[in-house]
């Protein structure tokens, strides 16, 4: 019996790691499945605590000032939007809304990617379209040496556009070449980027969850942040009726949580479940700032007041650690196996051109 090669061993090593984390996906499905049980089991609870420091301990004159019809009309709109938002929060309904905010930010990422394209354009027509003083002489700045050099041939057919000066007769100007290429390297790294977030992998349980260990990681990733979003829709869905029925003066804008979420912005100490931010004013209001509170519903907060949801976490938190581990091994092993096949290649390359060498072209 042969023995097995390096590459054959490494390739077995990385299906063996495939195969835990597929006999393991249906326990972390469970985990998830039941943290997100709880959650919903204690999330009323939460909002009601929540609603009640407002109206009791921060703006009790309001909600004494409000009319019976009104309160009960407030408790009511909670409830249903706590219910709603409770519907949503199950792992299937994350995943997709994990796959939304996936899309909208390569959007994003693709427009900012064509703006900046767009910005050097304009800054090298600009130049190239620059009269000079009568006389004078114009220096261009051109390469003395083919772009072809340095792979912007290539980059130029990978772009768009490439081929439609040719088909007109026009003889493209270096910065076309420089443009096609800078679009080139930004494609590659944004499908790298892509591509180490979300590597391809067939999925297990139900085509649910990833059997890559790296993938894995991101559909954590991706829970957590689809969670953190519902959470911060629901937020300020509530704020939203405290402010329409009166008990709380002003609404905190969306975009002031999306940035004190993503740590963008200073907040003041506030109990569980609230936010407390200091707002500047303009001078001629008479105060320099104002401070308002309002309700802000994270993970953090929740498992803070919810011993079992906490439990959850930890649950989660273990079985992210594994697959953590087991994820830095598959990229070790899946680096070798590309360093062994590249080497095999490039020793059977060096054979067989050493063997039929053939005439250098004119």
Known sequence: MEPSSPDRETAQQLEQLRARVAVGNPQLYRHWALYLQVLREGLGQRVDQACFRLAVEVYPQRYRAMTVES????????????????SLLTVEQLLALAAQIRRRQQRRLERQRQQWLNSLQQQAQGSSTAEDPSGSVHLGMALPINTSLFGLGEAATRHPDAGRDVSHNHVAEPSDGLMAAMAALLDDAASQHDGAAHPPSTTGHGGLMPLHPLALLGWFDDLDAALARRLRNLSHGINVELVRLGLSPSLVPLQLLEAAAAGQLEVQ?????????????????????????????????????????RTCRSRLQQARQEVRRMAQTYHRLERRLQALEAEQLWLNDHSTAHHHPS???G
Do not use: Y
């Open 359 to 361: 005439q250098p072209t």
């Open 71 to 86: 309160r009960h009309d407030l408790h009511r709109r909670l409830a249903a939007l706590v219910r709603r938002s409770c």
């Open 269 to 309: 100490n506030a109990p569980t479940n609230l936010i407390k931010l200091t707002l500047p004013l303009p001078e001629d209001l008479g105060s320099p700032s104002v401070e308002t509170l309002a309700v802000w519903l994270r993970p953090t907060d929740l498992e803070v007041d919810l011993s079992r949801l």
